[in-house]
């Protein structure tokens, strides 16, 4: 990162302090390697005091789940009707 790069990024840390940030994160990347550098940038901003809300998704551990179970679910990404398998998987999948 270059001194002019970060510069750039400082001069928006007044404007947003004490402010809330609604972060939404799909499960696919919970999943990735590049997760804890996305945690990072969040607890950066922590740091400069902008309050961070996290929403997670679990689309793709409750597909995977379900695979492995060999469950039909009604629909993984939270639209839609979803029925009581599904219902079950989401929450284990959300939750372990």
Same mark, same amino acid.
């Given at each position: ?8 990024? +400082? ?8 402010? %809330? ?12 390697? $590049?997760?804890? $550098?996305? +945690? ?7 740091? +400069?005091? %902008? ?10 551990? %409750? ?7 060999? +469950?039909?679910?009604? $629909? ?21």
């Amino acid at each position: 990162m270059k001194v002019s790069d970060l510069r750039g990024i +400082l001069q928006y840390v007044p404007r947003f302090r004490e402010r %809330i940030f609604v972060v939404a994160i799909d499960g696919e990347i919970v999943a990735s390697p $590049n997760f804890a $550098n996305i +945690l990072l940038d969040l607890a950066v901003l922590r740091s +400069l005091s %902008i309050k961070v809300i996290l929403v997670h998704g679990a689309g793709l551990q %409750i597909a995977q789940l379900a695979t492995e179970r060999g +469950l039909t679910i009604s $629909n993984s990404d939270g639209t839609g009707i979803t029925d009581e398998t599904t219902l079950k998987i989401s929450l284990e999948a959300a939750t372990t």
